[in-house]
């Protein structure tokens, strides 16, 4: 079993930047895709960014893409996310996922993850 926490969301304003971290216990993390998705009111859960075991591959969802930074800390079996330049369409509640299948592809799908966290509130507004 892996138990997986976010934390680091909270209020921001537009432009300005969080980093959200998902810390692992029950087992190490090391050799699992890890990955962040998010989910604002009245709409599915969408990928955000993802991470391969080794952090030498990343993902990203377009809308994302230049913003935002997934890495890892294997020593601290933790997943980042630093989010820059935030608008308000990235509120959303903000979730860390692994993929302990192995697999060298990063998937998009939700399904593809076995373990989530409990979501960390992300808000952006003026």
């Known amino acids: 079993q892996v138990q997986l926490v976010e934390s680091g969301g909270e209020s921001a304003q537009p432009g300005g930047s969080l980093r959200l971290s998902c810390a692992a216990s029950?087992?190490?993390?090391?050799?699992?895709?890890m990955a962040w998705f998010r989910q604002a009111p009245g709409k599915e859960r969408e990928f955000v960014a993802a991470?391969?075991?080794?952090?030498?591959?990343?993902a990203y969802a377009d809308s994302v893409k230049g913003r935002f930074t997934i890495s890892r800390v294997h020593a601290k079996n933790t997943v980042n996310l630093q989010m820059n330049r935030l608008s308000p369409e990235d509120t959303a509640v903000y979730y860390c996922?692994?993929?302990?299948?192995?697999?060298?592809?990063?998937?998009?799908?939700?399904?593809?993850?076995?373990?989530w966290g409990q979501g960390t509130q992300v808000t952006v507004s003026s």
């Open positions: 996922a692994a993929d302990t299948t192995g697999t060298v592809l990063i998937k998009l799908s939700p399904r593809s993850y076995e373990y």
């Open positions: 029950g087992r190490t993390i090391s050799r699992y895709t």
């Open positions: 991470i391969s075991w080794s952090g030498g591959r990343t």
